[in-house]
């Protein structure tokens, strides 16, 4: 059974803080890893993959991989209260296949 | 219409009828999914088509039924649901080929079975 956990939260940051974003996997042949941005009462949305062990950044954001660890985490650098929503953790094993974490409710206080 | 959209928005109904979910994908996509997401729970795959073939069935009870036409539409057919089976209905669309793990979600169908 592949896992991808996440804490549920909520996160609770100030505005312009740095919000860290935490996902463990269970699945070592995973490949790909994404973060999805869900707004309260609407639908997933893409932000950020990552392939390769590191960091990508992207604007604001920055996901970090750590495949000898099965970790990978999401920075939100200069936080805004628009940044609130939840951020859902997906991972990829093959093909177009994704197991996704509960989420992560992020609260940015202005 | 543009990207992901489904209808109806809202649904409720008892656990003797049988209605449907809509789906429809303007993004040229060739492979459509069924989501479920239930309060607390993940995202939970259901039903994965690839160029309007079944590829996964994620152990879905034979309560929903999917039906994929075309390459642009997908169907949830239901009947004698139970209470648990109310969340949110999501479907979304990729391009098998393109970015792995990219997809784009309709708004959802929030379904209640009473």
């Known amino acids: 059974q592949k896992e991808v956990e996440q804490n549920s939260g909520p996160l609770s940051v100030p505005e312009g803080a740095i919000a860290s974003l935490n996902c463990t996997y269970s699945?070592?042949?995973?490949?790909?890893f994404f973060w999805y941005r869900q707004y309260s009462g609407k639908s997933p949305e893409l932000i950020m993959f990552i392939y390769s062990n590191g960091d990508k950044e992207d604007g604001r954001f920055t996901a970090q991989l750590n495949k000898a660890s099965q970790y990978v985490s999401l920075l939100i650098r200069d936080s805004q209260p628009s940044d609130s929503a939840t951020y859902l953790c997906?991972?990829?094993?093959?093909?177009?296949?994704?197991?996704f974490g509960g989420g992560t409710r992020l609260m940015v206080k202005p | 219409e543009t990207g992901v959209t489904q209808t109806p928005r809202h649904l409720v109904m008892g656990m003797t009828n049988k209605k449907s979910l809509k789906c429809e994908q303007h993004?040229?996509?060739?492979?459509m999914y069924w989501y479920k997401q239930s309060a607390k729970k993940p995202l939970e795959l259901m039903f994965v088509?690839?160029?309007?073939?079944?590829?996964e069935n994620n152990s879905v009870p034979s309560r929903f039924s999917p039906e994929c036409p075309n390459s642009s539409h997908l169907f949830l057919h239901l009947h004698t649901l139970q209470p648990e089976d109310s969340a949110l209905y999501l479907c979304?669309?990729?391009?098998?080929?393109?970015?792995?793990?990219?997809?784009?979600f309709g708004p959802g169908t929030r379904l209640t079975v009473l």
């Open positions: 993004l040229g996509h060739n492979a």
């Open positions: 997906a991972v990829n094993g093959a093909g177009n296949m994704l197991t």
């Open positions: 699945d070592r042949g995973s490949q790909s």
């Open positions: 088509y690839n160029f309007k073939e079944q590829t």
């Open positions: 979304a669309s990729s391009q098998d080929g393109g970015l792995a793990g990219e997809q784009f």
